[in-house]
């Protein structure tokens, strides 16, 4: 199985729109992580996650953790190996509904 290229982190895809107040933007970044795992492991199926909205700081705390040590920060997905499969991590920022 081979991983992915990180994608470059894009404006739109990972800061909230310019014209957005400080109290709009405190919540809106999450962080969604996909485990692929080999099929060749029976019972052992890959999962999904995607956090609540929270600040920058704390969802790229959590980024940190989900991949054992400090991320590129000119990327917004990551992809490290895990064992059995792989472990994708996306950071994203929604604006609040």
Do not use: C, F, K, N
């Amino acid at each position: 199985m081979s991983a992915a290229r990180p994608a470059a982190i894009t404006p739109s895809a990972v800061e909230p729109p310019a014209d957005m107040t400080s109290a709009d933007m405190t919540s809106g970044y999450r962080v969604r992580v996909v485990e692929h795992i080999s099929e060749q492991l029976p019972g052992v199926p890959g999962w999904r996650y995607d956090s609540p909205p929270q600040t920058r700081d704390d969802a790229l705390g959590l980024v940190r953790m989900l991949l054992g040590g400090d991320p590129d920060l000119t990327r917004s997905h990551w992809v490290r190996p895990i064992a059995g499969g792989q472990r994708s991590v996306d950071l994203v920022w929604e604006p609040p509904r």
